[in-house]
Nanobody, 126 residues
Framework: QVQLVESGGGLVQAGGSLRLSCTASGRTSTTYAMGWFRQAPGKEREFVAAISWDGSYAHHQDSVKGRFTISRDNAKNTAYLQMNSLKPEDTAAYYC???????????????????WGQGTQVTVSS
């Protein structure tokens, strides 16, 4: 198991940027694929972006392509979500997730992950 802590959320105006971080602790010697999900009030949790354990493969939800970028720094046990050109509809609680994976692959379903952070709130004002 690995523990995940997100940070970097906050209040930003439309068109602004934020960078979310997700730092892992615990069994970090294991290779983990990482993902970001978000959940707005009254809506189901949805996939945002995912990255393979070595960073060689990444995938973004269509609505965030060209605006959000997932990355990771394994030396720091940290994954990032750079969010640019933010829109009010991006307002949500953002969660990072991890699952052990030796394969160079990413995972886009929440059910694929067994480690979750507590979430960080992102609010975009119009």
């Amino acid at each position: 198991q690995v523990q995940l802590v997100e940070s970097g959320g906050g209040l930003v105006q439309a068109g602004g940027s934020l960078r979310l971080s997700c730092t892992a602790s615990g069994r970090t010697s294991t290779t983990y694929a990482m993902g970001w999900f978000r959940q707005a009030p009254g809506k189901e949790r949805e996939f945002v972006a995912a990255i393979s354990w070595d960073g060689s493969y990444a995938h973004h939800q269509d609505s965030v392509k060209g605006r959000f970028t997932i990355s990771r720094d394994n030396a720091k046990n940290t994954a990032y979500l750079q969010m640019n050109s933010l829109k009010p509809e991006d307002t949500a609680a953002y969660y990072c997730a991890a699952r052990s994976s030796a394969a160079t692959y990413y995972y886009i379903r929440s059910s694929d992950y067994n480690n979750w952070g507590q979430g960080t709130q992102v609010t975009v004002s119009s």
